[in-house]
Nanobody, 114 residues
């Protein structure tokens, strides 16, 4: 069965960086586009970034454009989210998902605070 396991979250100061990872299993990872979403307290889950199956295209929410980079390594069945210049408003639980499937990981908490 499909399994998505996020990791890499934590507490970071404003302006700092974090790199999130999502390890996938149970399906042919290289054939699917992947996405990162986040959910902050009191807000609905929002789309952060997407990446095509071959990394030929990526898309970002306006709020993270220029600061976040989504990437993937199909040989490792892993998708990443590099987050730079972090702001307090980036604080949320971050989830990865397979586009076109209902599966989600358990999420990883990112807290940006001094």
């Amino acid at each position: 069965q499909v399994q998505l396991v996020e990791s890499g979250g934590g507490l970071v100061q404003p302006g700092g960086s974090l790199r999130l990872s999502c390890a996938a299993s149970g399906f042919r990872f290289s054939r699917y586009a992947m996405s990162w979403h986040r959910q902050a307290p009191g807000k609905e889950r929002e789309l952060v970034a997407t990446i095509s199956s071959t990394s030929s295209s990526t898309n970002y929410a306006d709020s993270v454009k220029g600061r976040f980079t989504i990437s993937r390594d199909n040989a490792k069945n892993t998708v990443y989210l590099q987050m730079n210049s972090l702001k307090p408003e980036d604080t949320a639980v971050y989830y990865c998902s397979t586009i076109g499937r209902p599966d989600w990981g358990q999420g990883t908490q990112v807290t940006v605070s001094s």
